[in-house]
């Protein structure tokens, strides 16, 4: 059985940072992309970051140079530390085994809510 388990998540002011995990199981993890994503209130999923299985990265032009996706395969955890926070950058934050777009392969976890106030 495929779970996706993610912490980190809190309340933070604009401009200050979180460290997100997700940690794997299920899967054997070094061997896929894997994906950060984020749905706001009222708002469809999307996708802010990716990773390869060979490290390679790619972000969403709204978290590009605040953002940054890394993953450790022998913990099967795949992070994402997130600088400069904006208020825009509040949702619900998951991963999910990257499959293309704003899709995941697997079952969603339940996430970790994520909110920029003052």
């Known amino acids: 059985q495929v779970q996706f388990v993610e912490s980190g998540g809190g309340l933070v002011q604009p401009g200050g940072s979180l460290r997100l995990s997700c940690a794997a199981s299920?899967?054997?993890?070094?061997?896929?992309?894997m994906g950060w994503y984020r749905q706001a209130p009222g708002k469809q999923r999307e996708r802010v970051a990716r990773?390869?299985?060979?490290?390679?990265?790619n972000y969403a032009d709204s978290v590009k140079g605040r953002f940054t996706i890394s993953r450790d395969n022998a913990k099967n955890t795949v992070y994402l530390q997130m600088n400069s926070l904006k208020f825009e950058d509040t949702a619900v934050y998951s991963c999910?085994?990257?499959?293309?777009?704003?899709?995941?392969?697997?079952?969603w976890g339940k996430g970790t809510l994520v909110t920029v106030s003052s």
């Open positions: 999910n085994v990257y499959i293309g777009g704003n899709l995941g392969m697997f079952n």
């Open positions: 299920g899967i054997i993890f070094s061997i896929y992309d």
């Open positions: 990773i390869t299985s060979g490290d390679m990265t």
